[in-house]
Structures are given as C-alpha cells and as structure tokens.
C-alpha cells in the first residue's frame, strides 16, 4: 500500500511539472510584455511617474476619430463575416450537404499562405477588377478584411454546428414549427457560442491590424494599428504603449461581454434540465 501511495504522488507531481514550460511560456511572452505596456504608458521618456501618454491621447481627435474608425471597421467586418460564415458554416457541419471534409480544408487553406502575400495578391486582384484602392479605399479595405478573416469566423461557428442536437431540430419540424420557427429557438441558441467565438477572433484582429488597411487603401485609411505601429516605429514609446493599453482595455471588455453571454447560456441550459 505506500509503494503505491507514494507511486501515486511521484506520477501526480510529473503531471503537475508538465505545466511548467506553459508558466514560463505565460511569464515571458504574455505577463512581461503586458507590465512592460503598462509601465511605458504611463510614464515619461525618462521614466518617472506621468499621465502625459493618457492626456495626449485623451485631448487628441485624430486619434478618438482612428479609433472610432477601428471600431467601425471592425463591427462591418464582423457582421459580413457573420452573414457569410453562418450558412457556409451550416452547410459543411450538416451531413445531408456534406460528406466530405476537404470542404472544410478548401476555406482553411488561404491561411497557409503568408499573410503579406495575401494582402499583396488581393491588392493586386482589385486593382485588376477596377477596385483600387487609390480610388475605393474603403471597399478595398473591407474585401481584404473579410477575405483574410473569414476562415477565422468559419472555424469556430462549423465546431459549434458540428455539436447542435439534430434530435432537437427534427422534433421542432415534428410539432408543426416553420424553418424560421426552427432557427430562432433551436438551432440560433445552440450555435450562439459559436457566433460569439467568431466575433471575438475577427472584430479585435481586425482593430489592430495594419498591414492590410495601409496596403489595400493606399494610406488612405488608418486604423488603430496603424497608429500603435507608427508611435512605435518613430520611438514614441510611451504614447504608443497607452493606445497598446486601451487595446487591452477593448479585449478585456470583449472577454467579459462574450463570457457573460455565454455564461448565461449555460445557466440556462442548466436550469432547463432536460429540456
């Protein structure tokens, strides 16, 4: 009995170390960098204590106006996306359409591609078909935008679908219910965290994204990224660090409105019990 008491605690503590490369990992590429945004934000370039980055950024409305352009940007991304992604993402989880997974594969693809590559071929695909930037900055944007970003709305929505109880539908056909009946109360609820994953990985890359903005309109448009990109790149540390902070500031507030959202969810199911 204590050689297999103590077999026990050896094997518990090599699984327990296993995660010590992922702490390290946390600490050096994630905790660091993330102290090290908040130190430069608010202090001066000699390093003392200062509030200068934050007023700059607070009094400044080429800035507000970049921002709200971000978020602009950022919300029509995500809602094409949607509008796009959902059905496709119906149609390759629903057996009845689709048998074969190299489907799925033909629209994770174009990720294999270096994404500079991407944005420089669909530069010049656009120019191509009369939609260049110089004169369609805001067109060409988008169209980058969805290209690049649509796998990434595909993916999580075809898991969720992948998992919808088919039983639930079938039964909601049986009582009479019309197909918009279905998927308002059945296949829409089940599939929301799917819609809420998506949202989160196209509507913040999309914010702090730079490359295709400045390639696809020509400078014409300036995102968030852009901005952080040029503080950083003409050594304004501390001006920069304070947009990377209100960068984390969004993320946290989306972490937490899709946690809520989805945490509700699951209250409910679990309050339903069976139904």
């Given amino acids: 009995m204590k050689s297999t008491s103590k077999a026990r605690r ?129 067109e060409a944007t988008l169209i980058g935008m969805v290209y690049n970003y649509l796998p990434f709305t595909i993916l999580p929505l075809y898991t969720t679908m992948l998992k919808l109880d088919r039983s639930q539908i079938e039964a909601a056909y049986d009582l009479g219910c019309n197909p918009f009946q279905v998927f308002a109360k059945s296949i829409l609820p089940q599939s929301l965290p799917g819609i809420v994953s998506a949202s989160e990985m196209v509507f913040m890359p999309v914010m702090s994204s730079y490359v295709i903005s400045d390639t696809l309109s020509e400078g014409k448009i300036t995102l968030f990224g852009n901005s952080i990109y040029f503080n950083f790149s003409n050594s304004l540390w501390n001006e920069g660090s304070f947009m990377a902070f209100v960068m984390l500031i969004l993320v946290a507030i989306g972490m937490l409105v899709s946690n809520r959202i989805t945490g509700g969810r699951k209250e409910e199911r679990g309050s339903n019990g069976l139904w």
């Fill in 10 to 138: 050896f094997f518990a503590l090599k699984r327990r170390d296993l995660a010590i490369p992922y702490g390290l990992f946390l600490a050096l590429f994630v905790v660091i960098p993330i102290l090290l945004i908040v130190f430069y934000a608010f202090t001066d370039s000699e390093g003392n204590l200062s509030g200068q980055a934050a007023m700059s950024f607070l009094t400044s409305g080429a800035k507000w106006s970049v921002l709200f352009t971000s978020l602009f940007v950022g919300v029509q991304t995500t809602i094409i996306c949607l509008i796009i992604g959902y059905p496709l993402a119906y149609l390759l989880s629903n057996r009845r359409f689709n048998r074969n997974a190299v489907l799925v594969m033909l629209f994770v693809m174009p990720m294999w591609i270096n994404f500079v590559l991407r944005t420089g071929a669909t530069r010049d695909l656009l120019s191509w078909m009369g939609l260049d930037g110089g004169d369609h900055p805001w």
